[in-house]
């Protein structure tokens, strides 16, 4: 079940988070000393608190009581939105749960009057860019900064 989460749950999901982007970061060989603003290692209680105090639109899956999956929107200017840390734990993956994620941002995106959703991805991470092409996504960018051993990817999709 796909809820709006409460204040109350924000640390739970700040582990679901850290434990899901984690995985990317034994991947790909990111760690907390060559790549400290990864998602894995950069959310905090403190973050998302202070997302939360903004108002920004965030959602967790919840399955026996537990969350096992998250995702935020920033709503920006212009009928945009970003999607912000879409993710499953590891237990829970290839259950179509980060579709129906997916989807409900679709559906929050479109209530707030978006007209397109972009989100950002390791670039290097094929098997994701090609989940978000699949689900309508297009490839519009790369780019390399100097605190990533990554590159960053750009998808958007016309809502």
Not at 70 to 93: H, I, Q, T
Request: aromatic share 16%; proline share 3%; charged share 30%.
């Amino acid at each position: 079940m796909i809820q709006q989460i409460k204040r109350e749950d924000i640390s739970e999901c700040v582990q679901v988070i850290r434990t899901s982007f984690f995985t990317v970061a034994e991947e790909f060989g990111f760690t907390q000393e060559n790549a400290p603003r990864f998602t894995a290692f950069a959310v905090s209680d403190e973050r998302l608190n202070w997302q939360f105090e903004q108002g920004r639109p965030m959602f967790a899956y919840w399955e026996e009581g537990e969350i096992i999956g998250y995702f935020s929107l920033e709503l920006k200017a212009d009928g945009e939105c970003e999607l912000n840390n879409l993710c499953v734990l590891p237990e829970y993956r290839h259950k179509r749960i980060g579709e129906r994620l997916l989807e409900h941002a679709f559906l929050v995106a479109k209530r707030k009057q978006c007209r397109k959703m972009f989100a950002g991805i390791v670039e290097e991470n094929q098997l994701l860019r090609s989940w978000y092409e699949a689900h309508g996504f297009q490839h519009v960018g790369a780019e390399k900064f100097d605190f990533f051993p990554f590159t960053c990817g750009y998808m958007e999709k016309e809502l």
